[in-house]
């Protein structure tokens, strides 16, 4: 999976967030407005002005351009989030897509979608999904990385404070609500992608008589 690099201000290169490409940057660091005024003679006069704290990037693959204010994206709204993983489930890519697309207009809707995102997939990967956080201490029992247990229960935690007064203002951290997509995605890549790459390499090239060796060895242990 290739490393997403979020867009960050006056950097040269980053994931486009319209295109989603690695691709060079051009900044301007000066964006302009302008108005007409008409005359009531009939004649117009144009006339521009500075945009303070405004500045934007053109991506050089799809040519379109993103707007910062006071150094922080605002447009497209997508921001700096990276790509849902496309192992997971569809249901879950669209609770992940619909949070990225409301995560700067609302950090705490995000990071309540989001770990909405997380209880789905702890039914998808066979627990109840009665309650969130035994599901986790369930996954945990069987042998469920710390650094994913986590990375689970911060999606959870956040998620769930981020509805409670006075608890967290996420409001006042997006960056906070932002860091929850990449989680998910670890989340993700640890639990479904891997373990998947694995399977498809294994049943391609391993040959059947050794599975079948193997198996068997695997049977004595258990036995």
Not at 126 to 131: F, I, L, P, R, S
Not at 183 to 209: M, S
Request: hydrophobic fraction near 35%.
């Amino acid at each position: 999976m290739e490393k997403h690099i979020s867009p960050q201000y006056n950097k040269n290169a980053f994931h486009c967030p319209h295109c989603g490409i690695l691709a060079d940057q051009t900044w301007s660091m000066e964006v302009r407005g302008y108005y007409i005024h008409h005359h009531s003679n009939g004649d117009s006069e144009k006339t521009s002005y500075v945009l303070n704290g405004v500045s934007s990037a053109k991506c050089a693959h799809c040519g379109k351009v993103s707007i910062w204010v006071n150094q922080k994206i605002v447009y497209p709204l997508t921001g700096n989030i990276e790509p849902v993983n496309s192992d997971l489930p569809q249901e879950i890519q669209d609770d992940y897509n619909e949070a990225m697309n409301i995560v700067n207009l609302s950090p705490r809707g995000a990071a309540a979608l989001l770990r909405l995102a997380i209880q789905k997939l702890c039914i998808h990967l066979g627990e109840k999904g009665n309650n969130i956080n035994e599901d986790i201490r369930s996954l945990v029992q069987k042998g469920l990385p710390q650094t994913i247990q986590q990375a689970l229960d911060s999606v959870r935690v956040v998620g769930n404070n981020a509805v409670h007064p006075g608890v967290i203002d996420l409001n006042d951290k997006t960056e906070v609500a932002e860091a929850l997509f990449g989680f998910v995605n670890i989340i993700a890549d640890v639990l479904i992608t891997q373990p998947k790459k694995i399977k498809e390499y294994y049943d391609r090239n391993v040959p059947e008589g050794a599975k079948d060796k193997i198996e068997e060895r695997d049977k004595k242990i258990i036995d």
